[in-house]
Structures are given as C-alpha cells and as structure tokens.
C-alpha cells in the first residue's frame, strides 16, 4: 500500500519493577524446581510490582522516556493508547490516568485488552492516526502486572507471569519506512484456554468466587502451546505476503516472550536462525502485554537493533488473540 504519511516509531522507553522473583523463590511456594521452570519455559526470574504501585505508575515511567527518546512534549501527543489486562481499576481508564500524570493536555486516550497480543493491537490503532493525518503523534503503552491475577498456588501458572511496562511514540513522517503493515487475528471459540474467570459482569467477584480462586489466571498450557506457535507463524507467513517482504530479509524476530520452547519452535519454522531472535524472557517471564515493547527497548538500548533494519514483532495471546507487525526501525543508536 502506497502511503502519503508513514507511522514512524520516533521513541521508545520501558520500566520494570525491581523486586526480583526467582525460580528458587517459586519453589518455596508450590512443587516445582529451577531445573523444571528453566528446561519448560526458559524462564529464570520475574519481576513483581511492589503492592502500592498500579500499572499506570510503570506505564507513566516508561512512557516518559519514550517521550524523551522522540524529543517531544506530553502535550505534543494527539493520542495515548494504551494495552493492558491488569487495569489501574474499571475506570476511569488507565490511559486517561497517565495523560493526567504526563500532563498531556491535547491527547485523548483509552485502554484496549487482548490480553498478551494487546500491544500490536494498539500498535496498528496507533499507526492508523497517524497514518490518517488525524494525529501527528501517538503514545502506545503495553503494560500489565501479571503478578496481581496470577494464583501463587498453581504451579502451572505462577511460575510463568511477571510485571512490566514497554511504550513507544508513532510519529507521522512523508519518508517511507516505520510500520509498514501488521496482521491481526482472534478466535473467540478457544476463550476458555486461557482466562481470569471472574472480575467482570459475567462473574462479578463474590466470596464464593474469591475461594475457588477464579479471580486468578487459568490455562491449559499444552493447547495454548501448540495454537501460539500455529498462529504466530500463519500471521508472520500473511503479513510478509500482504507486504511482499521475504524472511530471508528480516533482521530481528521480536516475539511475545512467553516461552522459550515457543519461540524457539516457531523461529525454526519461519526458518529465522537463533541470532536473529531476540529474547530477554529468562529475566522477566511473561510480561503480557508489556512483552514485545520492553524487548524492543532493551535489544535498542544494547545496540543490537539498528536503523534500517527491518524487524518482525509476532504476538498471543488469551481471548484467542494474535497479531503480527513489520517495521523498519529508524532509531539512532544510543551513544
Ligand atoms: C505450561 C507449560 C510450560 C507446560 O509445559 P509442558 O511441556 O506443556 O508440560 P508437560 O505437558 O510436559 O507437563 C505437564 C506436567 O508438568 C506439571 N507441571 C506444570 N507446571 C509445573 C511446574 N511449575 N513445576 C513442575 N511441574 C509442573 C503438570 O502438573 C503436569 O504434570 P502431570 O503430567 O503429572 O499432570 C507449557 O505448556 C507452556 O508454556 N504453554 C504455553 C503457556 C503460555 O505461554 N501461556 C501464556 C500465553 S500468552
């Protein structure tokens, strides 16, 4: 598609909480083991928010560097969006809490969920003002603290989720480059693989609720396992088709970091040798929503992403929800 404004990613900035959570922590807690965490999920610790902090307390922090990184004020931002599962509370949304905090006066802002996919959700909402006219720039935040739905009484579950929050600024520019095009996907029929059950208007939280522990995730992890790796790849094979780009041409896979097993089978499918993916999960496990924007900024900031590389970002996640996005980074390097 010929555009007359490109979606450039002009900022980026990320914020994780400094309370490490261990493998040999976990192990404390349920039946489990370092060796087994490590060989199934690639996992070696998580990061956990500390009770007095909410997402929008991250996301603020991480959307202030983004801004810093673009070189523009709060109040220049047409829009903030931000994708999460792990709200600051129902409303008013956690967007609007962080244009307070930012002080970004000329923006409008709202929250979107799609669980772990959200962020390239967001990312494509984003583009899309941009890309439009309609705004000049967007802030896109995914952020999510797992840690607060997740049951540290379910070996199958509590050992994969931590907290985190990763924002980028979209910019409108005549150049071409910056997004170029992302697929997106879901499939509510497989919802109940993956799911907080209680919380909302269907299961309202009630003490019955509370002691069956349905405000907490709930998963078949194997089903899940199998229809990331299947979507993930028929969303990357779409997406390089609608924009005519080959794999042989992509510099970085940066993909939901759920699971080192997942990615590594999907990277071997799309045939994108190992030192083209890049994965931080050891340290910070399953950020959700945050996962795909905290990679982008550290794999930056270690100066491994650069200008004019193209890079594919591959997400899953609840609902069932998918997403796949290319973009050419335009990023300087850090000096
Ligand atoms: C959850 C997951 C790590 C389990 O790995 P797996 O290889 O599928 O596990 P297996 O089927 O080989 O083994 C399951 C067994 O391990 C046990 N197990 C589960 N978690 C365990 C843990 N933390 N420690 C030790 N044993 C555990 C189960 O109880 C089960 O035991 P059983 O066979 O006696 O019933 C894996 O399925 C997975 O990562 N799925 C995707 C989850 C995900 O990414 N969700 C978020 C998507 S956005």
Not at 33 to 52: K, L, N
Not at 145 to 173: E, K, P, Y
Not at 224 to 244: I, N, Y
Not at 278 to 295: C, D, E, K, R, T
Request: charged letters at 20%; hydrophobic letters at 40%.
């Amino acid at each position: 598609m010929n555009k007359t404004i490109s979606a450039f990613i002009s900022g980026i900035g990320s914020e994780v909480p400094a309370t490490v959570i261990t493998n040999e922590d976990l192990a404390q807690l349920v039946d489990t083991s370092d060796e087994w965490i490590r060989s199934r999920t690639g996992i070696q610790a998580r990061r956990q928010a500390s009770p007095e902090l909410a997402a929008s307390d991250l996301a603020t922090i991480a959307g202030q560097r983004a801004l810093e990184t673009a070189g523009i004020n709060a109040d220049e931002l047409g829009a903030i969006i931000v994708a999460t599962s792990t709200p600051d509370m129902v409303f008013p949304s956690t967007g609007c809490v962080i244009q307070k905090n930012l002080q970004a006066t000329n923006a409008f802002a709202y929250d979107l969920s799609d669980a772990c996919s959200g962020f390239l959700f967001a990312l494509s909402n984003g583009s899309q003002y941009v890309e439009s006219g309609m705004c000049q720039h967007v802030l896109v935040i995914g952020v999510d603290l797992m840690t607060r739905i997740t049951d540290f009484q379910d070996r199958n579950t509590c050992v994969l989720f931590g907290d985190g929050a990763g924002a980028v600024v979209i910019s409108g520019s005549k150049e071409t480059g910056g997004v170029l095009g992302t697929q997106l996907g879901t499939d509510g029929r497989f919802g109940e693989i993956l799911q907080v059950p209680a919380g909302g208007s269907r299961m309202p939280l009630t003490e019955e609720n509370f002691s069956e522990r349905k405000q907490f995730i709930h998963m078949n992890g194997s089903e899940v396992f199998k229809l990331a790796v299947r979507s993930m790849e028929q969303a990357a094979l779409q997406l390089l088709d609608h924009t005519g780009v080959s794999l042989k041409d992509i510099d970085w896979l940066v993909p939901h970091q759920a699971n080192k097993r997942i990615i590594e089978t999907l990277g071997k499918r799309l045939q994108i040798p190992g030192e083209r993916v890049f994965m931080n999960l050891q340290h910070y496990g399953n950020m959700s929503a945050a996962s795909i924007p905290v990679a982008l900024d550290e794999a930056w900031r270690k100066g491994l992403i650069l200008p004019d590389q193209l890079i594919l970002m591959l997400a899953f996640g609840g609902g069932l929800t998918w997403g796949a996005s290319l973009a050419k980074w335009s990023l300087p390097p850090q000096s």
